[in-house]
């Protein structure tokens, strides 16, 4: 404990930027709650730590159709380390999230300035705002992992700045991003990729808040429902940019424009959830002869609890099309998903979960190939 408060006061002296007097310490309480980590604050309120840990052990069995190259692995999925708080002020907010597994990798680096609920600006490396299934964070996944949309069609963490903000006592959340569109991590000075840029509002219908994105667990009967549009404008430089689109999919190494556009819904009570989720992508490449392509995929999932807060049954079923008459060679990819959960703590933070995938490629000329997987994950967050 008192290794863990001198990193705090000392992690609050960077945010300070003017060194702590020596008594500080007895200034600042710690405290802690069960599965909201470990959190310092000085008397004043005007700075604040919280510590969590995400670590998620994964072994997974795949069985791919025709190829010899099956078999198990094990691995650590994720091994995160969150600092998130506020310094100066109670409103000017911090979020700080580095990921220890593989080579190690910066997540997200956020500062927000909270003052007005209403209006939000923020800067540093986060989350794009588009679509639910990203943007639910991986520690509250309903399944081990998130869909093949989200393979197809997600916008990575990025970095620059833009604006959130509160309307009508929460019921209503918007996002506004502009992004350099070159991913995470990245610092490339030369070459101007074309700014990548979103917007999304999300409104609770029925129940609870617009404040975050879930897939189960309500106290009470929910509604929320979402929408988001996307877009960049691409350089001749910049094929492997942030563009939501994998390696090899679409050639626009010419250029050209990406946009996307996504709505979802979801609703949950105390024993039932279900969640539908739509993305469309035009694509359009700066070069001769080759015709707008519009891609598509969607979602839906939904899971009963057998035991409240304890024991889930969730299925998936989720869907990729091509637009093929524009150099594609997949038609589609569909896959269907079991789960069964054990919520050892009653919610996300401590679970052990267990699922079989199916999934199929189509491709244009009618071969299809077919691979099963069997995950088991164990998560500790606190």
């Known amino acids: 404990m008192r290794i863990l408060a001198v990193l705090a006061v000392s992690f609050m002296t960077l945010f300070s930027f003017v060194p702590l007097q020596a008594n500080a310490a007895d200034d600042i309480k710690v405290k802690t709650k069960k599965g909201t980590g470990l959190t ?50 109670p409103w000017m907010k911090y979020k700080v999230q580095y990921d220890f597994s593989r080579e190690g990798e910066l997540k997200d680096m956020k500062l927000s300035f909270a003052k007005n609920k209403t209006f939000v600006p923020t800067v540093g490396q986060y989350k794009v705002p588009f679509n639910r299934e990203v943007l639910n964070s991986s520690s509250v996944l309903q399944l081990v992992g998130r869909s093949i949309i989200t393979d197809y069609f997600e916008y990575d963490r990025d970095i620059g700045g833009g604006f959130y903000g509160f309307m009508n006592n929460g019921m209503v959340r918007y996002d506004v991003g502009f992004f350099q569109g070159q991913g995470t991590n990245v610092r490339n000075d030369k070459d101007n990729t074309g700014m990548l840029w979103a917007a999304r509002v999300q409104v609770a219908v029925l129940g609870g808040k617009a404040k975050k994105v879930r897939e189960n667990f309500a106290k009470k009967p929910t509604l929320t429902i979402g929408a988001a549009v996307a877009g960049i404008d691409l350089e001749e430089s910049s094929a492997d940019s942030n563009i939501g689109i994998p390696s090899g999919e679409r050639d626009i190494s010419n250029g050209g424009t990406v946009t996307s556009i996504t709505g979802d819904i979801n609703y949950r009570d105390s024993r039932f959830n279900l969640t539908g989720e739509y993305i469309g992508r035009w694509v359009n490449a700066d070069e001769a002869g080759i015709e707008t392509a519009y891609d598509y995929g969607f979602r839906v999932q939904g899971g009963f609890f057998v035991v409240p807060k304890k024991v889930e049954l969730a299925s998936r079923y989720a869907m990729v099309v091509f637009d093929d008459e524009v150099m594609a060679d997949l038609d589609q990819v569909w896959t269907f998903t079991q789960g069964l959960n054990y919520y050892l703590s009653g919610n996300h933070k401590w679970k052990v979960q267990l699922d079989y995938t199916f999934q199929r490629e189509e491709e244009v000329g009618g071969a299809e190939l077919d691979e099963s997987m069997v995950r088991a994950q164990v998560q500790a967050y606190f």
Do not use: H, S
């Open 40 to 89: 310092f604050q000085t008397a004043d309120k005007n700075y604040k730590l919280r510590m969590r840990l995400q670590g998620q052990f994964l072994a997974n069995y795949i069985n791919p159709d025709g190829d010899d190259d099956e078999g198990l692995g094990f691995r650590v999925r994720r091994l995160r380390v969150t600092w998130n708080g506020n310094a100066f002020a």
